[in-house]
């Protein structure tokens, strides 16, 4: 029923930007909360930063926080993930979920998922 597409990924030296897409397609009319996450190799699935659909409020980890900006265009049913002052640290798949309830659950509050969009950042 809804399909999110994530786009925008790639590969920068650190100090780089990248601006990170995800289109939701579908009954998209209930999604409350959009987010995104990131995953290294090895390591568990953090969240980066969530964006409430209906106001706008948004939250960020504290290791993107000043760099990382999350917004979205209801008009358009996407969200993006304006990234600033990359660094390595920052290498993982992204990906963009969508949810029902609120912006401040773990991975598991979010039903539904992009395939990923993988972002290197090198020195």
């Known amino acids: 029923q809804v399909q999110l597409v994530e786009s925008g990924g790639g590969s920068v030296q650190a100090g780089g930007s990248l601006r990170l897409s995800c289109a939701a397609y579908g009954f998209t009319y209930l999604i409350n909360c959009m987010a995104w996450f990131r995953q290294a190799p090895g390591k568990e699935r953090e969240g980066v930063a969530c964006i409430y659909t209906g106001g706008g409020s948004t939250y960020y980890a504290d290791s993107v926080k000043g760099r990382f900006t999350v917004s979205r265009d209801t008009s358009k049913n996407t969200l993006y993930l304006q990234m600033n002052s990359l660094k390595p640290e920052d290498t993982a798949i992204y990906y963009c979920?969508?949810?029902?309830?609120?912006?401040?659950?773990?991975?598991?509050?979010?039903?539904?998922w992009g395939q990923g969009t993988q972002v290197t950042v090198s020195l």
């Open positions: 979920a969508a949810g029902y309830g609120a912006c401040s659950g773990g991975p598991g509050d979010f039903g539904h």
